[in-house]
């Protein structure tokens, strides 16, 4: 009998134990939400910490879970957020015209009114870094700091100055023929995989890119192909961003570039970094576009470290 009670009360012990991990795992877990932010957008995102309010941005053909392997990390410091844009999986908002990285700094800023989060930080990769600039340049008594990983304010390559300002008009010409009009008749046709297609050659520089691509790289690639949908028929994929709105910018920011990354986009950074009043930068040298897939820890200290400097 005492060995009964003995085996009785080991297992008793082990299956409250597994149930409080199973608790303490749920609580763990970001919180899946979705808010409407006026004018019958609604934006969903997921949520997790508490603290000072971290938003987290994702680029293009992409969507909040790109930053899933970072929420859980940031939340132990700060009240993070991370959302999908206007027209990004599982956001299903009515097409509308005009739609550009301007607008979905209009978002961003909605959301933050709406949620009632006062001043935030904002990390932003590619285009959602194109938003994160439109938004410091246009609301930044919203913004305590700001990380951009790769902006493609593709504008600023007409006003480059000194040895690169040739190479800069070069390369803008280029993106404009070889990218941005292919896409629109792409997708003005109807021909959205055709419209990625073309997106995803010019970058990887590669007129087979796209194909080398595995069946469910180009699924999920298709997925959050509608912003282009919209963007590409009635919108402006890379608004013009004049060099001395960037000077007027006063939020502290957070270069991040991949050395190894698009040639475009480092002379991007370069002139962010000599135009923008406040920044640091700091070049990944063995990382390309995606460093924070490539070096997600030390992205990661990087911005908090900027983050504790500016709070």
Same mark, same amino acid.
Not at 196 to 203: G, K, P, Q
């Given at each position: ?5 003995? #085996? ?6 082990? !299956?409250?134990?597994? =149930?409080?991990?199973?608790? +303490?795992? &749920?609580?763990? /877990? ?117 990380? #951009? ?6 504008? !600023?390559?007409?006003? =480059?100055?000194?040895?690169? +300002?040739? &190479?800069?008009? /070069? ?136 983050? &504790?400097?500016?709070?």
């Amino acid at each position: 009998m005492r060995m009964f009670w003995k #085996l009785f009360f080991l297992f008793f012990g082990y !299956l409250m134990l597994g =149930l409080q991990d199973s608790v +303490a795992a &749920r609580a763990e /877990a970001p919180a899946f939400k979705a808010v409407n932010i006026g004018a019958g957008i609604v934006l969903h995102y997921v949520e997790q910490g508490s603290g000072p309010t971290l938003i987290m941005i994702h680029g293009s053909i992409s969507d909040y879970t790109y930053w899933q392997e970072q929420v859980r990390p940031f939340a132990q410091h700060y009240h993070v957020i991370a959302y999908s844009r206007r027209y990004n999986w599982p956001n299903r908002n009515p097409g509308r015209p005009g739609y550009s990285a301007i607008t979905d700094a209009e978002d961003l800023a909605a959301l933050i009114t709406k949620l009632h989060l006062g001043r935030v930080y904002v990390i932003g990769h590619s285009y959602g870094a194109l938003t994160a600039l439109f938004m410091a340049a246009r609301h930044p008594q919203m913004l305590e700091a700001v990380v #951009l990983a790769e902006a493609p304010a593709i504008s !600023l390559l007409r006003d =480059l100055s000194g040895p690169d +300002a040739q &190479r800069g008009k /070069a390369l803008y010409a280029d993106i404009q023929a070889r990218m941005v009009a292919p896409m629109r008749a792409a997708f003005a046709g109807g021909d959205r995989e055709r419209g990625v297609a073309t997106f995803i050659d010019y970058v990887f520089d590669d007129p087979q890119g796209w194909n080398k691509m595995d069946p469910s790289s180009q699924a999920a690639t298709m997925k959050d192909a509608r912003e282009w949908d919209v963007m590409m028929t009635r919108g402006t994929l890379f608004p013009e961003l004049a060099p001395s709105a960037i000077h007027a910018i006063r939020v502290p920011m957070l270069i991040m570039s991949g050395r190894k990354s698009y040639a475009f986009l480092g002379l991007i950074d370069s002139e962010l970094s000599k135009l923008l009043p406040d920044n640091r930068r700091i070049i990944f040298p063995d990382a390309g576009h995606q460093m924070w897939m490539q070096h997600p820890q030390e992205a990661r200290a990087d911005a908090e470290a900027f983050f &504790r400097a500016h709070s």
